[in-house]
């Protein structure tokens, strides 16, 4: 649990999933955007997404260059930070990590993904999206601030010992997995000026790892740095982990130790200019050849499903312990998850084994969340999009979502592109962004201020995306030939 209290959060790779070229990877913000993809056939070969951030542990601005920290000397006393309790009679140091030293519940949330080969087939109203990938969440939800500093300072935090703390629910959670999916999205409805599309994913799942531990209530003390003494807990820790739990040995032995169904649906509205796009001072005169639109809006449900693991799983339950007391925690060498749970068992519960439910089995709720897009084009290539990201649970235990609020300007043609989100993060983190793609290629940030050095380092974000965007109908989309048109190219030209 302590090595869990890195915090992290997530951010959603707004360069990608803004974007009108970006294809089956627009897909991971809303599933009915694959009705919106400028490419008749758009491959994913690679694409990856990884955000941390902390409202708890970060590293000072004149610490941090963007490649100083993998060489950095953390003994260095010029990387030390000292702070005083004069009425504790305590000295803090600090080494290059440091800690925001308030009463704030602590969240957190990691989000690692890597999407493998993937395709998305748009024809006429249909389009098919078959998409693979890697994901890895850790979150945490209302974890106290002495918790938080036991964990990273230590049982010998002085300024914390022997004081009665009282605290309620909280989480952690893990979850890593494969998904497997496949998509399907229908414009059931257009008449030249406004077009109305739907979108469904189901994903198969296949769990590689997952840890949790819940806290209903905890009343307890830590008298001096040795000893705990619990007054009252009630809390449920489970493993599916890949690892031999008395030795803490790595193995991939099975590789899946769970499966599951999860799934995606989003619907989008756009409201169409009945005309090419126009053509930019920086393309050239082919480079709207779009159809393009006014604006469009969409909404989605995303990540809803969970995982059942079965496979290597225990469930550890320590319910009404009352007045119990852990003694020679600083002596206490645990050299694996069996031996600590082992111990915490014969502690808190008096027998070794009492903690050892007979559950062979547990459910994780994926990282759920509603997400609800805003896109106006401005003409001329030029484009804003609004993005909101809630998440919300559909059971415990789970991986909790951040909120995402996000604002992004952007340039975009079908040579290359330009984002600038703007976003903040539970209301509480704001940061600007850049993200830039290459005719398939993009590389972007949301975190640009840590990347440069302009702010203290709470996380360091980076995504990416390559693949290849095929049209084959270009051709007859330019041809100038005067066929008869559609009705529905008729009926752009209707008085209404």
Not at 81 to 108: A, C, G, H, M, W
Not at 247 to 262: A, D, M
Request: hydrophobic residues 35%; charged residues 15%; proline residues 4%.
């Amino acid at each position: 649990m302590f090595i869990l209290l890195q915090p992290s959060h997530a951010q959603e790779a707004l360069g990608i999933v803004n974007s009108n070229y970006t294809g089956v990877n627009s897909l991971w913000i809303n599933p009915a955007n694959a009705a919106n993809s400028r490419n008749t056939v758009s491959i994913n070969i690679l694409a990856g997404d990884l955000f941390v951030n902390s409202n708890y542990v970060f590293v000072h601005r004149k610490d941090y260059g963007l490649l100083k920290i993998f060489r950095v000397n953390i003994d260095d006393p010029k990387y030390m930070y000292i702070y005083s309790y004069p009425e504790f009679n305590f000295t803090d140091t600090v080494q290059y990590y440091d800690y925001y030293k308030n009463s704030t519940p602590k969240r957190l949330y990691l989000n690692e993904r890597i999407a493998g080969p993937s395709l998305l087939y748009k024809s006429g109203d249909h389009a098919f999206s078959f998409t693979t990938a890697f994901r890895s969440n850790v979150s945490g939800t209302n974890i106290p601030c002495d918790v938080a500093n036991f964990g990273f300072r230590g049982l010998d935090f002085i300024p914390q010992q022997d004081i009665t703390y009282s605290d309620g629910h909280f989480e952690i959670a893990m979850l890593s997995w494969i998904e497997l999916g496949a998509g399907y999205t229908y414009t059931f409805y257009n008449d030249g000026r406004n077009s109305l599309s739907a979108g469904i994913s189901l994903k198969y799942l296949l769990g590689t790892a997952a840890a949790y531990a819940t806290f209903k209530n905890i009343t307890y003390r830590i008298p001096y740095q040795d000893t705990l003494i619990v007054y009252d807990m009630n809390a449920t820790i489970g493993i599916a982990l890949p690892m031999d739990y008395s030795t803490n040995k790595f193995s991939l032995s099975p590789l899946v130790r769970g499966k599951g169904i999860g799934g995606d649906i989003g619907i989008t509205y756009e409201r169409l200019t009945g005309r090419p796009a126009n053509s930019s001072l920086f393309s050239g005169s082919n480079s709207g050849e779009e159809n393009d639109y006014q604006f469009r809006a969409g909404i989605s449900i995303l990540d809803v499903g969970r995982i059942n693991f079965t496979t290597s799983a225990e469930v550890h339950k320590f319910n009404n312990v009352t007045n119990r007391i852990w003694p020679g925690l600083i002596g206490f060498k645990g050299k694996s998850i069996g031996q600590f749970l082992r111990s915490a068992s014969y502690n808190l519960l008096g027998d070794s084994a009492a903690s050892l439910s007979d559950q062979s089995n547990f459910y994780m709720w994926l990282p759920s969340a509603l997400s609800a897009q805003f896109d106006y084009n401005f003409g001329n290539q030029v484009y804003l999009n609004a993005t909101f990201v809630q998440g919300i649970t559909f059971g415990s235990p789970g991986i909790r979502r951040e909120t995402l609020l996000a604002l992004t300007p952007r340039y975009e043609t079908r040579i290359w592109e330009v984002n600038l989100p703007l976003s903040i993060v539970d209301f509480k983190h704001p940061a600007i962004g850049l993200a830039v793609r290459i005719y398939s290629l993009v590389i972007g940030t949301e975190k640009l201020g840590t990347l440069v050095n302009l702010t203290n380092v709470r996380g360091l974000d980076l995504y990416f995306s390559l693949g290849i965007n095929l049209n084959p109908k270009t051709g007859e989309r330019h041809s100038k030939s005067k066929g008869c048109e559609s009705i529905r190219e008729y009926k752009r030209y209707q008085v209404h």
